[in-house]
């Protein structure tokens, strides 16, 4: 089941299923101990003696408060002629999580309405020894294990506290847990559990005919009784309004930082635009780790999550808020990379959150012999995307440091990492993780890493060095030409492999990653053979129903939903093409192709702005994880690149100067 509405400051992301139920909740890092294991928090109604959990019953619309990382979902009981409005959010400052619930009697009757917020925790990301108990010093229920502490507290009917609430056992034989001591309106009162446990905590209201109330439930989050107690303090001390009102400014100053002349877009192209900023900042560690995607439903697919940092998606994420201008949250990011590289000068297939190194299924050795277990792109693609941040931003403070052991520690590797005879990357894994070889995708990559690094070494005069590295550079691209082009096809191929005889090996499936030959500046984009390869991307990897859309590579099985397209349609691999078209557009007609895609890409996001990896090919549901990082971040690239396109094209005529300004002019 997808996620949608993801919410967070940087230490704390939570993030619902479309039935809006709670099934994500990391503390202390975006991606990292998921304190529910995937398993929902559940929300029950009870109404003059009827009881339903959502979603049973209800009509639920979810969506955002415009320019925030805001909630703004609607429930309503037709049945029962009750409506409630939902704002979740989590403080930009402290690791709070607030809950709004403006609850709607719209009929003709009295009505007494009782709210059931149910928690089931799983610390650590297991359910064995925690601990769940109500603390009379605070009103409140408290669940603990080792240093994770989560404080549950509410303020109804005018007061603070706590007046209905039950810890309990799950998991056990006749034990599903406590949130079945809900369902006839009554709470027991259990003050204490342990082991695997859960608790419930209700608020009471009563509403007469046509009348609303508004209540408010929140999370505190620490690492001990102290820290968690404190938060409680602030938030009654401010009051949870004012901590609403807060985390809405705070984002809407976020997200309009650069004061984008969104004139020059679809209205609905720049609410997406926004939306993807906001939610590429949900997704991102304060100390600077760019994770992919946190949905735990991946999990029990292949046991294992998305919840890592890929070096290569968070470079492509950070390239696009560096075009975006938030610098800000991209140093860190840079900075972590410079903590975490080998002394060799690679990177490792991925990280943890918190910087350690992550799973791997890349061995150490094949065929009898050592190798490194690495995708050498990751690496190529940081010091690409480094320098692009460089060229916007000219922060040498943040360059300095990263000179000796990130960019020439990197580059050196890149060199080294080489065929002598050809020129070409030593074989290593691809980006899509499935394949080991040369790969096209990755030569480009390494191309660009490598003329980055060229131009770092000679702004900071080593010229023998940029030269020694921009040499390299134009050799792979002339073995690009050689060895990776397909003269009788008029395209790249997608890999090869050089053999023990001698031969070679050529892997011609046509890729969406091809589009890396113009992306990274081994060719320009109108190059004959950018040119052809990429209308072969299109013509093949198209997908021919009435959802459209590119797939990943001829007949991809991952998730694949029909036979009868090359695979499912992914927002990532769709907005490569737009990026090609802005790349080489003319005029600005010729924008007018690139356009239709992010229009697209609009048309097919959930209500709320969340892009998933994939489609489905047929009914344009969400496949594989959602949100993805990586789609937003190809989304807010495209609509940067396009803007630029567009300033560049439109010149005045008398004077040369752009027509446009990207920048709206705030008088």
Known sequence: MPRDLPVGNGNIFI???????????????????????GRPFRFGVWVNGDFSWVPDGWRIKMDYLDDTLVTNVELVHDNWKLRIYANDLVDFHENIYVKKLVVENFSSRRMEVRLFLAHNFHIFHNDI??????????????????????????????????????????????????????????????????????????????LNENESDTCYYWICAGKDWKNVETLNSVILKKTPEEIIKRTVNYWKLWVDKEELNYDLLPPEIGRLYKRSLLICRSQINNNGSIIAANDSDAEYFNRDTYSYMWPRDAALAAYALDLAGYFEITRNFYNLCADIIVEDGYFFHKYNPSGSIASSWHPWQKDNKPQLPIQEDETALVIWALWNNFYIFRETELIKPLY????????????????????????????WEERQ?????????????????????????????????????????????????????????????????????????IDASLYGIFAFGAYEPDDE????????????????????????????PYYRISQNTPGNPWFLCTLW????YIAGSRSKDDLNKAMEIMQWVQSRALPSGVLAEQVNPETNEPISVSPLTWSHAAFIAAVQQYLNKLIDLEKCPSCGMAKYSKKMKKI
């Not at 479309?18 to 998921?34: A, H, I, S, T």
């Not at 079945?180 to 209700?202: H, I, M, R, Y």
């Not at 390869?533 to 590119?550: A, E, F, P, S």
């Not at 093409?577 to 090609?580: R, T």
């Open 129 to 206: 020894g925690d601990t769940a108990i109500f603390r009379p010093d605070v009103n409140g229920l408290l669940h603990y294990k080792l240093d994770r502490y989560f404080l549950i507290n509410i303020f109804a009917n005018k007061k603070s506290g706590i007046d209905y609430f039950a810890a309990g056992n799950k998991g056990r034989p006749h034990q599903l847990g406590t949130w079945k001591d809900a369902e006839d309106g009554v709470l027991s009162g259990n003050p204490v559990a342990q082991g695997s446990v859960d608790s419930v905590a209700a608020i009471h209201l009563d």
């Open 529 to 556: 053979k950018v040119a052809n390869t990429m209308q072969q991307v299109y013509d093949n990897l198209w997908c021919k129903t009435k959802i459209g859309g590119l797939a990943r590579y001829e007949n991809d």
């Open 577 to 580: 093409l737009a990026q090609y």
């Open 437 to 509: 070889g040369i790969l096209t995708f990755t030569t480009a990559a390494v191309y660009g890493g490598l003329m980055a690094a060229a131009n770092f070494t000679n702004v900071f005069g080593d010229v023998e060095l940029a030269e020694e590295y921009r040499n390299g550079a134009q050799k792979m691209r002339r073995a690009m030409d050689k060895y990776l082009y397909l003269e009788q096809e008029k395209r790249f191929c997608r890999m090869i492999n050089f053999k023990k005889d001698g031969s070679i090996e050529i892997d011609k499936t």
């Open 404 to 431: 000796k052991p990130l960019i020439k520690n990197a580059a050196d590797f890149m060199m080294n990492y080489r065929d002598s005879g050809t020129g070409l990357p030593l074989p290593s894994y691809d980006l």
């Open 15 to 37: 993030s619902f299923d479309k039935d809006y139920l709670l099934r994500e909740f990391y503390y202390p890092y975006v991606g990292q101990e998921n304190h529910t294991s």
